[in-house]
């Protein structure tokens, strides 16, 4: 049985792919400092060391006996990355670096790394296939195409095949509700939509109604966490079968405005939600959403979750208990 490393296993996507890869019969070490993680997402069938990817020292023991690595220990949010590039250069690019030579010194072959849309910048052509030119608007996007890059560096020195995982917009929570941890500083639509529906703030803002779409509001990807986790699955098997190293878009291939995100929580919730509108944010595009034909022709992955009243409810149903 293989063992697989996931790094940032305790946080909302991690937890999510702990839980299918335990499902699909490999055996699973989850590594995380529980800085943003959660205790409640860890799953008793899996290994958890509480580590931190700076730390050397305690990755390299970790990273002994495994056969890949799933990395997705990031921070992540765009506007801090502005704030404190250092932050962001320290933890996302000097703990890539780590744990790349953590995996060669421990002589593991096999990576799927968590990337983001937010390699592409504004887009060029929709919908956004892998072949789009990368420009990132900002830093937090300019780690993520730097960690590609060193991925094809040791690829191309090391030997160490990977996977590196484009996401556009993960959302929802697992149908059986395993996974409980909520995010603590939403920086997604969902769960700020999420946070108005429940009186936690005052109303809900909506940035620009002037967009070149049908509604006048922006258009995103909202792709399930649960279809991104079956990603990282087959993503996991085709490297330990000896695949060659892919990049990969994960998205539904279709865009739903920040309107129709709404009604959904309205129709689920029934409810209605305060919404204030405002001016248009600079930099955020009319419409952002992925081609995934290569991942299908990759993986054979689909997406199933392509009803966004599907994801909202099950987003709801961690939220409201």
């Not at 992540?76 to 703990?95: D, F, H, T």
């Not at 204030?276 to 952002?288: E, F, I, Q, T």
Request: with cysteine.
């Amino acid at each position: 049985m293989s063992e697989v490393l996931v790094i940032g296993g305790a946080g909302y996507i991690g937890s999510h792919v702990v839980k299918d890869l335990l499902a699909a019969g490999f055996k699973v070490k989850v590594y995380d400092n529980l800085s943003t993680g959660h205790k409640c997402n860890l799953f008793k069938e899996a290994e958890f060391v509480k580590g931190d990817i700076l730390d050397f020292a305690t990755l390299d023991k970790a990273m002994s006996d495994v056969s890949a690595v799933v990395f997705l220990a990031a921070k992540k949010a765009v506007g801090e990355s502005m704030e404190n590039p250092a932050k962001y250069a320290l933890n996302n690019i000097n703990g890539t670096v780590n744990v790349l030579n953590a995996m060669s010194k421990n002589n593991v072959k096999a990576i799927v790394f968590s990337s983001s849309a937010a390699v592409y910048g504004n887009p060029q052509y929709i919908p956004i296939d892998e072949n789009h030119p990368l420009n990132p608007l900002n830093f937090y996007g300019f780690t993520k195409v730097e960690t590609e890059r060193m991925l094809e560096w040791y690829d191309r020195l090391k030997g160490i095949k990977y996977a590196s995982l484009r996401y556009f917009n993960a959302a929802g929570y697992d149908e059986a509700g395993d996974i409980k941890g909520k995010d603590e500083n939403p920086q997604n639509l969902l769960p700020i939509v999420m946070s108005a529906a429940m009186g936690e703030r005052p109303y809900l803002e909506v940035f620009g109604t002037d967009y070149d779409t049908e509604d006048g509001t922006c258009i995103r990807d909202y792709i399930h966490v649960s279809d991104l986790a079956k990603a990282h699955v087959l993503a996991v098997k085709k490297l330990l079968a000896g695949s060659s190293s892919m990049t990969l878009n994960l998205g539904t291939g279709k865009g739903t405005s920040v309107k129709e995100v709404i009604r959904a929580f309205e129709k689920v919730l029934k409810i209605k939600l305060p919404v204030k509108y405002a001016s248009r944010r600079p930099g955020d595009p009319d419409k952002l959403y992925a081609s995934n034909e290569e991942a299908f022709k990759q993986l054979g992955w689909r997406p199933q979750y392509l009803d966004i009243e599907d994801i909202v409810r099950t987003f709801a149903a961690v939220y409201m208990k």
